[in-house]
């Protein structure tokens, strides 16, 4: 029988998303993902289907159809699998899920920006303007859902769009040493954070995975673009993550070379040849 595919990079957030969207409806062989190199250039078949477009993820229907942006087929995917929806069935809970949703295009460019800055000068500023996004969620939780956990009962919709991006947000803590402060205006959102990072069902991706594959981005340098000076992204696929040393934290005053950052095959072959026979790489699940 013909499935989905979908055309992803395995460590976005976006991506993610759709991959919770299909554990929790336990429809998981309902699609295929197909691996996309974002440090090579697009092959010519997929920018066909896409209309040369590059963003990821893309959906392609049972019988050929193409579906772009993350959530717009996360909806598709939710309407059109077999089961219950995980959207709200009740329209004005519905409507509070959607205005939530709304609110996360914001609140991850200004995380991203905020990873990718180069001026150490801008760091109070950017933690400011992402603290009072955290403020803002904090009060719409407080105003719908006060003594919950999660926006309503469970995991739902809302929680699958956010989820993804607090985990992506682990770059945050390794290299701006980011967290939310104490008090009142986090409480809500701090417990919110906390219950969907936590769900079985967003364990794609480990915290040592965002960190390392995400070190370019704390340079400045944002899908699979090359650091000045570097011959490999950290997005690159020959060099497993799981036996790279962890990059340094400092983001504004060193730059790691390819070596450093265990990219090159000199330096994956020797990291493999000094494993003790006992070492057991930690894995994503």
């Known amino acids: 029988m013909p499935k989905h595919i979908v055309y992803h ?31 090579k250039p697009r092959d010519a078949e997929l920018l066909a289907k896409t209309r040369g477009t590059t963003a990821l993820p893309v959906l392609e229907t049972c019988d050929g159809k193409i579906i772009k942006e993350s959530l717009v087929i996360l909806r598709y995917l939710d309407e059109a699998l077999q089961g219950e929806r995980l959207r709200r069935s009740d329209p004005y809970e519905h409507a509070v899920e959607s205005m939530l949703i709304a609110r996360e295009g914001p609140f991850t460019m200004a995380g991203y920006i905020y990873v990718m800055n180069q001026e150490p000068e801008q760091r109070k500023a950017l933690n400011e303007k992402l603290l009072a996004l955290y403020r803002d969620i904090n009060g719409f939780l407080m105003e719908h859902s006060p003594r919950g956990t999660f926006l309503f009962e469970g995991f739902d919709l809302a929680e699958v769009v956010f989820a993804p991006i607090f985990k992506r947000f682990w770059f945050l803590d390794y290299y701006e040493g980011f967290e939310l402060p104490n008090g009142n205006d986090y409480a809500r959102v701090k417990r919110w954070k906390a219950a969907c990072m936590a769900h079985e069902a967003t364990n794609q991706v480990t915290e040592e995975e965002i960190v390392k594959l995400y070190y370019d981005y704390a340079l ?14 950290s997005f690159a696929f020959e060099s497993d993550w799981q036996k ?42």
């Open 244 to 285: 790279r040393p962890m990059p340094p934290r400092d983001k504004y005053r060193i730059s790691a070379s390819d070596e450093q950052l265990g990219l090159t095959l000199a330096a994956h072959n020797m990291d493999q040849s000094a494993q003790s026979p006992i070492y057991v790489s930690p894995t994503s699940s």
């Open 9 to 39: 990079i395995p460590v976005c957030p976006f991506s993610q998303r759709l991959e919770i969207l299909l554990a929790l409806r336990g429809e998981e062989s309902a699609v295929e993902f197909r691996v996309v190199d974002i440090t």
């Open 220 to 233: 400045g340098a944002g899908n699979g673009a090359l650091v000045e000076g570097r011959r490999k992204s």
